[in-house]
């Protein structure tokens, strides 16, 4: 259960939405910092290991974030990549062998 796939499908468990509570849900979701939204699916992880042992998890985070992070920058920059480099703070170089590890390029 320490796969990406867990990772990333792991979600706390909430009544479903009416018509009512879907603004609420959809404004509740704007305002949820980040770092807010990492916390929650780490401890929805952990919470969901059943007593299994996990490794490599600072690997999963990072492939989990960096991945989409990466797509939203290049396809906001119109995939110029002098410019999400410069938006990223890295050297272009890094940049690329980045995007090569996740299959953007």
């Given at each position: 259960m320490n796969s990406v796939e867990t990772f990333a499908?792991?979600?706390p468990v909430e009544a479903p939405a009416t018509e009512a509570t879907t603004?609420?849900?959809?404004?509740?979701?704007r305002n949820q910092?980040?770092?807010d939204s990492v916390e929650i699916a780490?401890?929805?992880y952990f919470r969901n290991l059943e007593g299994q042992s996990v490794t490599d998890v600072y690997e999963l985070v990072m492939?989990?974030?960096?991945?989409?992070?990466?797509?939203v920058i290049m396809k906001n920059t119109?995939?110029?990549?002098?410019?999400a480099?410069?938006?990223?703070?890295?050297?272009?170089g890094t940049l690329r062998k980045k995007l090569?590890?996740?299959?953007?390029l």
């Open positions: 499908t792991e979600a603004n609420s849900l959809t404004d509740t979701s910092s980040l770092r780490m401890e929805n492939a989990e974030v960096e991945a989409p992070m990466l797509e119109r995939h110029n990549q002098t410019k480099a410069h938006v990223l703070g890295l050297n272009r090569k590890q996740y299959g953007l």
